[in-house]
């Protein structure tokens, strides 16, 4: 495994970067909305990100005969990463979770329905899959659908869709067949947002951010907008989470803020003595500087799994979510802890130790060891899947 960027990946890079200066804008892009900063929710972010697609940077990994340019994961790791670093929306769900599922199991019609409009970032998606009862475990979902004519009726709730305000459509999974097995008898759909029994309730987060209830009163839907086979949604939605519990928690925000609290270590001063020379602070600083470089190659060694082709990289891809969403919320502690009570000021207070960006950071980095499956589940994919350990129930 090579840690090494080649001369063409920079030259990727360094494109990438010129094309974000030259469209630099605060209304697109927001570091202080940590992890969230990704979601493609106003016009002005819709409209940035159909410039990436004219770029022909949202099919890089897709196949050519799709719009795609059949590239190497590593183009689309170094893409997403530069657009985070600086808070601004990445190719997410819809080029990732959608678009690579429907690619691999769509009908041609779903194929010719929505290939081109995401690769135009024409639409977008909310994903359905948790339920009051069924949060990280979403092969417990009870979402009913029923045959009815040419299609299927669908009744029931879904909770934690963060984009069901915004979305045009709507990536849900339901109950085809409650007598089989709970991983089994599930079914994708895709839903237009705009259903007349679809309502839309907002839940507002911990990080100031909103995600939603979802109500599927008769919502009736043709079997045109089935996902691949009845009955075998879950196995494609296993598929996609390992690219999702990479994709939606990428490392360069995470080492931003470290190096923010490293400068601010670095020019601070406590009761008249500089901060860096405290040496508790020193070794802790030095711990978390050794922790995000086992994030970054955690990342890596991802992205090298992805390339090698076969079964997708389950038990990497858990490995590197759980240890980077943990470390990302051990980071936010130490910056609360280093800066003192000056800490829980709002972010944005310009008297506050880094301008309140450790308050902000506390909360957000909790919602992201739940998003894509919690570190519980994530360490339960790590015992059985990697060390063969027995399921612990």
């Known amino acids: 495994m090579d840690f090494e960027f080649t001369p063409e990946q920079r030259r990727f890079v360094e494109e990438v970067e010129a094309f974000l200066d030259a469209n630099d804008d605060p209304e697109v892009f927001d570091l202080t909305r940590e992890n969230m900063a990704q979601i493609v929710d106003t016009p002005e972010r819709r409209a940035f990100m159909a410039k990436v697609g004219e770029r022909g940077w949202l099919g890089i990994t897709w196949p050519e005969e799709y719009g795609g340019s059949a590239g190497d994961g590593i183009y689309e790791y170094l893409l997403n990463e530069a657009l985070a670093a600086r808070g601004g929306?990445?190719?997410?769900?819809?080029?990732?979770?959608?678009?690579?599922?429907?690619?691999?199991?769509?009908?041609?019609?779903?194929?010719?329905?929505?290939?081109?409009?995401?690769?135009?970032?024409?639409?977008?998606?909310?994903?359905?899959?948790?339920?009051?009862?069924?949060?990280?475990?979403?092969?417990?979902?009870?979402?009913?659908?029923?045959?009815?004519?040419?299609?299927?009726?669908?009744?029931?709730?879904?909770?934690?869709?963060?984009?069901?305000?915004?979305?045009?459509?709507?990536?849900?999974?339901?109950?085809?067949?409650?007598?089989?097995p709970k991983h089994h008898g599930i079914t994708l759909f895709l839903v237009p947002m705009d259903h007349p029994g679809i309502t839309v309730k907002p839940i507002w987060t911990m990080g100031?951010?909103?995600?939603?209830?979802?109500?599927?009163?008769?919502?009736?839907?043709?079997?045109?907008?089935?996902?691949?086979?009845?009955?075998?949604?879950?196995?494609?939605?296993?598929?996609?989470?390992?690219?999702?519990?990479?994709?939606?928690?990428?490392?360069?925000?995470?080492?931003?803020?470290?190096?923010?609290?490293?400068?601010?270590?670095?020019?601070?001063?406590?009761?008249?003595?500089?901060?860096?020379?405290?040496?508790?602070?020193?070794q802790r600083l030095a711990w978390l500087h050794t922790e995000a470089e086992v994030a970054r190659m955690l990342g890596l060694k991802f992205v090298f799994a992805s390339s090698q082709g076969g079964a997708p990289p389950t038990s990497e891809a858990s490995e590197y979510k759980l240890f980077t969403t943990e470390f990302s919320k051990r980071l936010a502690d130490a910056s609360m802890d280093i800066a003192g009570p000056g800490s829980q000021l709002r972010v944005h207070t310009d008297e506050a130790p880094m301008r309140g960006r450790a308050e902000s950071t506390y909360r957000y980095t909790v919602i992201d060891t739940i998003g894509g499956g919690s570190s519980e589940i994530q360490k339960n994919i790590i015992a059985r899947r990697k060390l063969g350990l027995p399921k612990n129930f």
């Open 89 to 180: 929306p990445q190719i997410g769900k819809g080029v990732g979770i959608i678009g690579k599922t429907i690619i691999s199991h769509g009908s041609e019609k779903l194929k010719q329905e929505f290939l081109p409009k995401i690769l135009r970032n024409e639409v977008e998606f909310a994903v359905g899959y948790s339920e009051p009862n069924a949060g990280s475990d979403a092969a417990s979902m009870q979402l009913k659908a029923v045959r009815d004519g040419d299609g299927w009726m669908l009744n029931g709730q879904k909770t934690w869709t963060t984009s069901a305000h915004f979305a045009d459509w709507y990536w849900v999974g339901a109950r085809t067949d409650p007598e089989a």
């Open 208 to 282: 100031d951010e909103r995600t939603n209830e979802v109500y599927l009163d008769d919502v009736w839907v043709s079997d045109d907008f089935v996902v691949g086979e009845v009955n075998r949604g879950f196995q494609y939605i296993s598929e996609a989470l390992d690219l999702e519990r990479f994709t939606l928690f990428t490392y360069s925000p995470v080492a931003q803020r470290l190096e923010l609290l490293t400068e601010y270590v670095r020019t601070a001063v406590v009761d008249g003595r500089p901060l860096k020379e405290d040496p508790v602070v020193r």
